[in-house]
Every structure is written in C-alpha cells, then in structure tokens.
C-alpha cells in the first residue's frame, strides 16, 4: 500500500531562531513537509494562495499587522484554511479572538514537541485542539456573552460617549434605567469606569463591526 502524501506546513514567525528551529523540528516527523515561510502578518494571504499548505502555523505578535488580523483576512478569502495558532501569549482574550477569527486550534510555545505535532495532525484531521495549559479558559463564558442584547447596544453607545441621559433618549428610556445598564456592563467587565468598560470591549472585539449612531436632539 503506498504511503500516503506527507501534511505540507506553512509556518509563519517573526523570529527568525524560532522559525528555522520549528522548521528544522517538524521535518524530522515523516509525514509533514514545509513548503512555505514568512516572518509577517502581511504576506501570509498571498503565501497560502500560493502553497495552499495543509496546516499553517501563525504566531499571534509579529511587526505590521498581528497573526489575529492575519488571521482574519485569511479566512475571509479562504475559510477553508486550517491553521493552528502558535504563540507565546496565554491570554484568554487573544485565544478567543483567534478562533472567532478561524483559527482551528490554539497552542502555547511551551507545550511539549509532542503535544505541537498531535495538534497538527489533529488540525489537519479537522479537529480543533486547545494547548492543555488554557483549556479551563477556552470553555469558560467570555465576558461579552454575559452582556444582554440591551446591554451590547448601550455599550455601543458608551463608546461613542453619550451620556447617561442621551443613551436614556436614544434607547427609549429612562435615565436611571441607562446608568444602571452602564453600571451592569462595568461589574460584569470587572473594570471600574466607563473608559475602562470600552477599552476592555475592543480587547474582546465587541465593538469593531458597532455603527455609529446620531446625536441624539438636545432639547
């Protein structure tokens, strides 16, 4: 029976040490190949257009452009692209914002040669596998899916700086009623003022696709 075709990497760093070694790593596994490198979030749409890799491994902290916006263009013109995160960055809000973006998997720099390689080949098998380390975090609630409906449009109001009393008029209620859904949304953020709510929201990308809204008729 003859073998069959080897799983073709694409592998995305920054560093160049860091690169040349993976590379240099993964070759030793029998069914994997690189075919294709970069070391910034800019090229990797037109290298995997090119390659059309199996797997790509993308680091999330690069120069110009990072691997979660690389990420996002790249599914957005082939989302049937499976990569795997691979990153020094353990925080729950970049591994959520990169499998929002389409990223099957996400791996720390830390795990284990054979953790990387399961992974891969899970990935390439269609599966979606979480560094063991962030697993509690992956399956956790995220902050913005404990906002109501209510709540993500007073945000969306919050950061284009109303006050209390105009998100009142514009939602159709009162100005009580809007301070304590600003209050809601601060608590539940566990930050301690609006400006702190709103930067914590672009963190998690709740307001990226908000549109703007009128000012309100001041009377």
């Not at 995220?142 to 969306?156: A, C, M, W, Y």
């Not at 284009?160 to 209620?173: A, D, H, P, S």
């Not at 009162?174 to 003022?193: L, P, Q």
């Amino acid at each position: 029976m003859p073998n069959s075709l080897p799983i073709r990497l694409m592998l995305v760093d920054d560093h160049p040490v860091m690169r040349a070694g993976l590379a240099n790593l993964l070759v030793l596994e029998k069914d994997f190949e690189v075919v294709a490198q970069c070391d910034d979030g800019e090229s990797v749409v037109g290298l995997w257009q090119k390659h059309k890799p199996d797997v790509c491994l993308l680091d999330i902290s690069m120069h110009g452009i990072d691997g979660i916006e690389a990420m996002r263009r790249l599914h957005a013109v082939a989302p049937e692209a499976r990569v795997l995160m691979l990153t020094s960055s353990e925080a729950p809000e970049d591994m959520a914002q990169a499998l929002k973006a389409g990223a099957a998997g996400y791996i720390t720099k830390n795990v284990r040669h054979e953790e990387l390689v399961a992974a891969i080949r899970d990935v390439h098998a269609g599966g979606r596998p979480i560094d063991p380390t962030m697993q509690d975090a992956a399956h956790a609630p995220r902050p913005g899916s404990l906002l109501t409906d209510r709540e993500l449009e007073v945000l969306g109001l919050m950061r284009e700086g109303f006050t209390n009393t105009e998100i009142g008029r514009l939602i159709g209620t009162s100005t009580r009623t809007a301070k304590a859904h600003v209050a809601a949304i601060i608590e539940k953020f566990g930050v301690v003022d609006r400006t702190q709510a709103v930067a914590r929201a672009y963190d998690l990308g709740l307001l990226k696709a908000a549109p703007p809204r009128p000012l309100p008729r001041r009377l």
